[in-house]
């Protein structure tokens, strides 16, 4: 049903950026949009990945750099029966992560050093599978399709508000251009925070599922949403438009109009998984408790190492 949803959410986002484009040049400003949202998509579809971990200046991780952190995410990706994606440490305070690819032939996982500072070792496995679940429902590629559409959308309204569109080609005249500059763009900020929320649900789930632990996700999503409204994350401030692929949206001071938010109200999420964990409704891979490192509990600080970047 969420997968139906979003296909829907998705259409609807193509057809509203098709309809501002006809609305303020007729059939060409139509045929205009199109192109641009082809040529948006197509850009964003190979080249999406390095452009986020770019934003945020994410740093490759490796086995020998960092190996406990990347033994998790390996043991994690095999109980989910995805490839190794690549492995990325951000520099910031704040406790978060995402992943971005446009499959999983081609995904990353990036986990901030926060995250790794403030959250247990099973909390941080907890996150790391919601980051996986995204990575195997393809929901990387569904949001950085969302993303780009809804910013096609706000440069052809800029286009449209400079130019003042072609009254005399739109099939709404005057009307219609002033609908498809001030409407548009909110209308596709509204389906594409719709589209995030969705796939939140669907990634906390299989997150519980492949870690074997709804609880574990739980707690991190407690820690990581208090401490994100106050802690700063310099790097989605200056890319806010980076936020929805978060697990907890890092944007301090963005939280109070639920409308407009590009997550699920954190304490909806905890509830849900708790109930998981109560009613034992979710799928455990095989062998994932037991294999798990010895000795790492819920209530001990998380084992994985900070990297101490190297001044240039």
Do not use: C
Not at 9 to 17: H, S
Not at 72 to 88: H, N
Not at 223 to 243: D, F, G, L, Q, Y
Request: aromatic share 4%; no cysteine; net charge positive.
């Amino acid at each position: 049903m969420n997968m139906i949803r979003t296909a829907m959410l998705l259409a609807a986002m193509t057809a509203l950026l098709l309809t501002a484009g006809y609305a303020m040049g007729g059939q060409t400003g139509l045929i205009i949009a199109l192109v641009f949202a082809i040529a948006t998509n197509g850009f964003a579809y190979w080249n999406s990945d390095r452009m986020v971990l770019r934003m945020h200046d994410a740093q490759p991780v490796t086995r020998m750099s960092h190996p406990a952190l990347h033994d998790m995410v390996t043991r994690l990706a095999k109980a989910a029966d995805l490839p190794m994606p690549g492995v990325y440490l951000i520099n910031s305070r704040q406790p978060n992560a995402f992943a971005t690819g446009r499959n999983p032939d081609n995904a990353a996982v990036a986990v901030t050093m926060g995250l790794l500072n403030t959250l247990t070792s099973e909390e941080v496995e907890g996150v790391i599978a919601h980051e996986l679940s995204h990575i195997k429902n393809r929901d990387t590629l569904i949001m950085t399709i969302a993303a780009t559409i809804a910013g096609a959308i706000s440069v052809l309204a800029n286009i449209g508000f400079f130019m003042g569109g072609n009254r005399e080609r739109g099939q709404f005249g005057a009307v219609g251009v002033i609908l498809a500059v001030f409407l548009a763009p909110l209308a596709a900020g509204l389906i594409q925070m719709t589209v995030s929320r969705t796939r939140e649900y669907a990634a906390d789930r299989g997150g519980a599922e492949i870690s074997g632990n709804p609880l574990g996700l739980a707690s991190a999503l407690g820690k990581i949403s208090a401490v994100a409204a106050r802690v700063k994350m310099p790097s989605a401030e200056t890319h806010p438009n980076s936020a929805h692929m978060f697990v907890v949206n890092p944007l301090v001071g963005m939280r109070i109009d639920r409308l407009f938010a590009t997550h699920p109200p954190a304490e909806l999420r905890i509830r849900a998984l708790e109930q998981m964990a109560r009613d034992g409704s979710y799928r455990t891979p095989s062998g994932v408790r037991q294999a798990r490192s010895p000795g790492v509990g819920a209530t001990r600080p998380s084992s994985i190492p900070v990297i101490r970047r190297r001044r240039k």
